[in-house]
């Protein structure tokens, strides 16, 4: 069963979102940095300062206490939930995505209902761990997704964006968000009786986790046995996860032709559907020198059924991590290969089904295996370690 309850959050006073809400700190690249940091109440500054090494988490910690004394930022009195409606496009469709924040245990207790899916990497570990050591606080959520079967969960949320949000705005990348505090027992016990009894599939945040696990074991201190937690219904219409495509900078070509039987396409559109129709779990899209759809020759002992897994164990076995980059955008990935003289690797499109199985049967994927999109923002709501 998952452990989840209500928190006291710390929000924006008066900031609308559009001006306050950040990407989490692993999407922010240097040029978004820079745009985002020219906003004075912008969560970036708490999510991602400037600075290098220890003056970087000072700086955060400056700026949080500037904000919590002068009334930027203010805490709510009572626990509550944190229901959330995302509006955004994708494949030329209008779209909306509702889940709520909650704190999600950390203990190991806890982490019996927790399944993650993707390897952690020490750096990124060893950031957000130094930066809840300053701050003690949750800035930005992990996102979960968990089985609704009957609908309750969805209903219950539904029920609260019936109201008045007490927020509202329009992310960077143009996603619209609605907020609403669900503080009420009535509300809040609906909430918890459609979670509680699932396991929670981690889409996204796995550093986040791993590392509130950590500094919990570690330091025992009040509020360290959860983690801010974004929660979504496996059977919202709006969950949408994207395959993660991979840039290499180097050839790939002859190293394909050895592993899987390759099929030339006249362009990148063609070549996608295909891939999407493939029925070879592992099948893979080849951008260099043309269009390529590879068929792989054998499993390769994988067993996930997924072709990240294939991918990272057969393909990309001898390619080094710093030659490597990932974008769920596969035109993007076609423009980065070429500018680089590399390849690009198009992973076949698959389920959050077919993620949860995956997980299942062979524990933790490579690292950037999928992508949920849109990614929660940060800056919607924090939580303080301390109750």
């Not at 180097?250 to 592993?259: D, F, G, H, M, N």
């Amino acid at each position: 069963m998952a452990e989840v309850r209500p928190f006291r959050g710390v929000r924006f006073a008066a900031a609308p979102l559009s001006e306050a809400l950040c990407p989490p700190y692993d999407v922010i690249g240097p040029e978004l940095a820079r745009e985002l940091r020219g906003r004075k109440r912008s969560a970036v500054h708490i999510e991602l300062p400037v600075g290098e090494g220890a003056a970087r988490y000072a700086n955060a910690k400056s700026v949080w206490k500037k904000w919590t004394e002068d009334g930027t930022l203010l805490r709510d009195e009572k626990p509550a939930f944190y229901v959330v409606e995302e509006t955004y496009r994708l494949g030329g469709r209008t779209r909306v995505r509702r889940g709520f924040l909650a704190a999600l245990g950390a203990t190991p207790k806890a982490a019996r209902a927790i399944i993650p899916h993707e390897r952690t990497l020490a750096k990124p570990k060893a950031d957000r761990l130094r930066m809840l050591n300053t701050l003690r606080v949750n800035t930005s959520p992990i996102f979960g997704v968990f089985a609704d079967p009957s609908g309750a969960a969805r209903r219950a949320l539904a029920a609260a964006a019936k109201s008045r949000p007490i927020a509202s705005g329009r992310s960077h990348a143009g996603v619209g968000y609605r907020m609403w505090r669900v503080d009420d027992a009535k509300a809040s016990a609906a909430l918890l009786r459609a979670l509680a009894p699932r396991s929670v599939l981690i889409a996204d945040g796995h550093h986040r986790y791993s590392v509130s696990r950590d500094h919990h074991a570690a330091t025992g201190l009040p509020g360290s046995d959860a983690v801010l937690s974004y929660f979504v219904p496996d059977e919202d219409p709006g969950l949408v996860v994207l395959p993660t495509h991979r840039v290499a900078a180097k050839s790939l070509r002859a190293r394909a032709e050895s592993l899987a039987s390759l099929k030339k396409f006249g362009s990148l559109k063609a070549l996608e559907s295909a891939l999407s129709r493939a029925k070879n779990p592992y099948a893979f899209g080849l951008i260099e020198d043309g269009f390529w759809l590879g068929l792989p020759k054998s499993g390769g002992g994988c067993r996930s059924g997924l072709a990240v897994e294939w991918l990272g164990a057969c393909l990309l076995a001898e390619t080094l991590p710093e030659e490597l980059s990932y974008t769920p955008d596969a035109a993007l990935a076609a423009a980065r290969a070429k500018a680089a003289r590399g390849a690009a690797v198009l992973v076949k499109p698959f389920s959050v089904a077919q993620v949860r199985s995956a997980a299942k049967a062979v524990g933790l994927l490579p690292q950037k295996s999928t992508y949920f999109f849109p990614k929660i923002a940060t800056g919607l709501v924090f939580r303080p370690l301390a109750p």
